[in-house]
């Protein structure tokens, strides 16, 4: 049992208005074009979390036009759990609208015990992506991505495993993960060689993290491949979380947290209250401005978030109101980041 699984939802229908407000982005040079906000299931879709919340939180995104769903095999906790939750939720709430979404799932990182279940291979690619459909109750998944880079295993084998699920039709378009801009060349030129372009790069990028600005985002225009950006507001930095401190409750707290309270440093946490101050003086809050200085990149198709609450994900679309900014505000906001 759930958590909240016995306190029934009414019958789901989707808003006949989902489509109204949301902005769609076509990914590289395919025929796929996708919202700008994504919604990613990395956290608050595992077993121990609140299922009839899992459930408002998707159903919020669709009635929105969020029509991406991302998931990765580990994704939990425990391994697996959210993909398990989003199948039954999809089964209870979006059976009849599977063609108005996008559901994407990955592999790469450690998932089950032994030498075959992690990484890249072949092996571990083809029956991680056997295992992803399994549980979320699909015969396919819109895109399957390599979740990172394998040092060991070739390029080849790697892409050849994502081009052999896409012609046994258990994946419509396949993705890499973390990929740097020299590897992800050459994945691309392996993929079209196969016959199967790689449709979307997934790289980490932030106002506080722009290593993509370094050559990838030339590699994926030149390639034609689209991007989702993910941890896109730091874990809750370029929120207004942080703004008087480290609260006790706070993601950097807790000791499964990937953000380590030793990255919040004085210098940072003046970045980001500067930062804040353009934001309001552009109608914004924090983390909306800071998803639409990302989406300023036409090489960027779609942000991805991760959200606890069916608010933080309206709150989220809501950057979208404001996209543009003006030759000031980029300037104020380079020097920010620029200052040491």
């Known amino acids: 049992m759930y958590i909240g699984d ?8 989707p808003s006949p ?13 395919s025929g796929i074009q996708l919202p700008l906000i994504s919604l990613g299931l990395w956290h608050n ?11 408002k939180i998707l159903r919020t995104a669709l009635d929105n036009g969020v029509t991406h769903f991302d998931l990765a095999n ?3 906790p425990p391994f697996g759990s959210a993909e398990e939750t989003f199948g039954r939720i999809l089964k209870k709430d979006f059976k009849a609208h599977r063609n108005e979404l996008i559901i994407s799932s990955k592999a790469g990182w450690d998932m089950w015990d032994g030498p075959y279940g992690n990484f890249g291979s072949r092996k571990y690619l083809v029956a991680s992506c056997d295992e992803s459909l399994i549980r979320m109750g699909l015969d396919y998944v819109d895109i399957f991505y390599h979740h990172r880079p394998d040092p060991d295993t070739p390029l080849e084998e790697t892409m050849s495993a994502l081009d052999h699920l896409v012609r046994q039709g258990k994946a419509l378009y396949v993705g890499i993960s973390q990929y740097n801009a020299e590897d992800t060349a050459k994945a691309s030129k392996i993929l079209k060689r196969l016959g199967t372009p790689c449709l979307i790069h997934q790289p980490r990028y932030s106002m506080l993290d722009r290593w993509v600005e370094n050559g990838l985002l030339k590699v994926l225009s030149n390639e034609g491949i689209g991007a989702i950006a993910f941890s896109t507001l730091e874990q809750g930095m370029l929120t207004n979380k942080y703004l008087k401190g480290i609260p006790e409750n706070s993601r950097a707290k807790s000791e499964t947290s990937y953000l380590d309270s030793d990255q919040i440093t004085p210098e940072i946490l003046n970045k980001v209250r500067e930062l804040n101050e353009i934001a309001l003086n552009r109608g914004q809050s924090l983390a909306q401005m800071s998803i639409a200085w990302i989406l300023r ?31 000031e505000e980029l300037e104020k906001i380079e020097s920010i980041l620029n200052n040491q």
């Open 297 to 327: 990149n036409p090489e960027i198709t779609t942000v991805l978030v991760g959200v606890s609450r069916s608010e933080q994900l309206l709150d989220n679309i809501k950057s979208l109101e404001n996209l543009n900014f003006s030759a």
């Open 6 to 13: 016995h306190l029934p939802l009414p019958s789901y229908v």
């Open 45 to 55: 879709f595992g077993h121990a979390d609140d299922f009839n919340k899992a459930r």
């Open 17 to 29: 208005n989902r489509y109204d407000k949301m902005q769609f982005r076509r990914c590289g040079k």
């Open 74 to 76: 580990n994704y939990g």
